[in-house]
T-cell receptor, first 115, second 114 residues
Framework: NAGVMQNPRHLVRRRGQEARLRCSPM?????VYWYRQLPEEGLKFMVY????????ESGMPKERFSAEFPKEGPSILRIQQVVRGDSAAYFC?????????????FGPGTRLLVL | GENVEQHPSTLSVQEGDSAVIKCTYS??????FPWYKQELGKRPQLIID?????GEKKDQRIAVTLNKTAKHFSLHITETQPEDSAVYFC?????????????FGAGTRLAVHP
């Protein structure tokens, strides 16, 4: 059973470009969370999605950031017009829902560098 | 808002000694408390978790204790080994109906010296 997959693992963008990060949850998992980790800091919740629905986006900046989890395909975190402050590691995690839905399994992360 | 504080930020021990990391949480409705280990450049890996209906849980050299009244939980690692060196994160959440937003502490960098 493959774990959570993320791509790309590293992404370099210039200011003003778009960054698109992908996350494929573990097989059978329908819940996806995105977290951001700044250097030397803990992980900060961004958004929680189930298939085709955004459940909680309270941790995501209102502008430039968006997320989706379509019926088919991976979850995507999209950052438009990137700025240097967006440089961070972005992790997604998936969980199976009931009955042990609380356990989250993390992907390897995408390290975004904005020049 | 929800907050998790973690101490110490760095911890240095000799191989074979014990290490203790402490966390406090602000949301009294929190009911799930996982601990993650993150090696440099790697993904966070779940090492142990505890639910609010349990006061203590142990898995080989790792144990976690929870004091709901004080809103405090701790990670204990015994007989530390160099491969235990990593950053450890505690987290707390209010798990309900499949929803489980984790609030993380800032992390503890553990160094185990041979």
């Amino acid at each position: 059973n493959a774990g959570v997959m993320q791509n790309p693992r590293h992404l370099v963008r210039r200011r003003g470009q778009e960054a698109r990060l992908r996350c494929s949850p573990m097989k059978g998992h329908s819940h996806v969370y995105w977290y951001r980790q700044l250097p030397e800091e803990g992980l900060k919740f961004m958004v929680y999605l189930q298939k085709e629905n955004i459940i909680d986006e309270s941790g995501m900046p209102k502008e430039r950031f968006s997320a989706e989890f379509p019926k088919e395909g991976p979850s995507i975190l999209r950052i438009q017009q990137v700025v240097r402050g967006d440089s961070a590691a972005y992790f997604c995690a998936s969980s199976p829902g009931q009955p042990r839905g609380e356990t989250q399994y993390f992907g390897p992360g995408t390290r975004l560098l904005v020049l | 808002g929800e907050n998790v504080e973690q101490h110490p930020s760095t911890l240095s021990v000799q191989e074979g000694d014990s290490a203790v990391i402490k966390c406090t949480y602000s949301d009294s409705a929190s009911n799930y408390f996982p601990w993650y280990k993150q090696e440099l450049g790697k993904r966070p890996q779940l090492i142990i978790d505890i639910r609010s209906n349990v006061g203590e849980k142990k898995d080989q050299r790792i144990a976690v204790t929870l004091n709901k009244t004080a809103k405090h939980f701790s990670l204990h690692i015994t007989e530390t080994q160099p491969e235990d060196s990593a950053v450890y994160f505690c987290a707390a959440s209010r798990f309900s109906g499949g929803y489980n937003k984790l609030i993380f502490g800032a992390g503890t960098r553990l160094a185990v010296h041979p």
